[in-house]
């Protein structure tokens, strides 16, 4: 019993592509129309050709997926297919400054919480003081404090009367903590980024309980952002270095003129 060997050896259909990430068929066309893989050959018929070079395409566009995102992700694999590999690896560069600009802040807020949980709590029948006596308890001018309001840092209350800043115990510790920080050599972004965290965490000591985990979820990030790169090297290995990948391979290419 012999067998037949099909005749047009690494040519696949959008649904062989599809089953090896659990996709539908109808999403790998898309990502064909949409640029994120290169253009497909077609039958007489109209029916997408796809090679090895597509599988591979695809390969690299669901990992990049874990580590930058969608968006992100669908640039990268637009700007390789075609032939703009600054312009991919410009947006690859940005997702790792955007990492490591999340270790800053990560490591910044585990500064202040070891500095808060460190920290008597405020008595809670204290008194809201303006921004004259705050100002002079750490330090600094009233204009330092109006502007680390305008950056989010601080949220002030008004007097109902004179309308004046007042501070209640909570932006107390949020100004100290703020203080803190900025001697650390800490942007008023990152500060505000930490104080937000605070806040919705609901004050230090839930937020010290979920740092390990955000920890990890920025390991895996990078770890990710890694596979990716391994992935679309790959990629770009199909081609010719600094030209997008060719939508087939010189043996589907031969089939293709024989048929």
Do not use: C
């Amino acid at each position: 019993m012999t067998t037949t060997k099909p005749s047009n050896p690494g040519v696949r259909r959008p649904v062989d592509l599809a089953r090896r990430h659990g996709l539908s068929a109808q999403a790998v066309r898309n990502y064909e129309r949409d640029g994120v893989l290169p253009p497909a050959e077609r039958t007489a018929t109209g029916y997408r050709r796809f090679t090895e070079v597509h599988a591979t395409a695809l390969n690299a566009y669901l990992a990049l997926i874990v580590g930058h995102g969608h968006a992100a992700s669908g640039d990268i694999m637009r700007a390789v297919n075609r032939g703009e590999i600054d312009t991919a690896l410009r947006t690859i560069d940005s997702g790792h400054a955007l990492l490591q600009r999340d270790r800053e802040t990560l490591d910044a807020v585990e500064a202040a919480v070891t500095t808060l949980t460190a920290t008597e709590p405020a008595p809670q029948g204290r008194e809201a003081v303006p921004i004259s006596v705050l100002a002079h308890r750490l330090g600094v001018r009233p204009a330092t404090l109006r502007k680390w309001e305008s950056a989010g840092i601080l949220r002030p209350e008004r007097d109902r009367v004179t309308r004046h800043r007042v501070y209640s115990p909570d932006d107390v510790r949020d100004a100290e903590l703020a203080h803190l920080l900025r001697r650390g050599g800490y942007r008023l972004d990152h500060i505000a980024d930490v104080l937000r965290r605070v806040r919705d965490a609901g004050g230090a000591e839930p937020l010290a309980a979920s740092l390990g985990q955000w920890r990890r979820r920025l390991t895996e990030r990078g770890r990710a952002m890694l596979t990716g790169a391994a992935r679309l090297a790959e990629y770009l290995d199909a081609g010719t270095g600094d030209q997008p990948p060719r939508a087939l391979t010189s043996e589907a290419k031969t089939t293709r003129l024989s048929e």
